[in-house]
């Protein structure tokens, strides 16, 4: 199972009335592939199961993991830094 983050874009009533602010986030797991997708009033980002398996065992979690830190480990599979080359002959490449 993959795991997801959705994070509200716009402000709604859901169907129990209570009102949803944009900002709100939660998490969960799916059979989704990851990636990331528009969903209801919001994003979902979903991140491979394995990803936050090893992430989880690199930080010893040992118990049920919090939302707060799966929210932060998909966080962080999204937002990874990248290094990227850049050659002198290369000519995609403006500054």
Not at 1 to 13: C, G, K, Q, R
Not at 74 to 84: A, F, G, M, Q
């Amino acid at each position: 199972m993959n795991w997801f983050l959705y994070i509200v874009t716009e402000s709604f009533i859901d169907d129990e009335g209570r009102e949803v602010h944009e900002g709100e986030s939660g998490v969960g797991q799916c059979s989704m592939s990851a990636g990331i997708m528009d969903a209801y009033r919001g994003i979902m980002y979903v991140a491979p199961g394995a990803y936050i398996t090893s992430k989880l065992r690199e930080r010893e979690t040992k118990k049920h993991p919090s939302a707060y830190v799966i929210k932060k480990i998909i966080e962080d599979y999204y937002n990874e830094k990248e290094v990227i080359e850049i050659k002198s002959d290369d000519d995609d490449f403006f500054i």
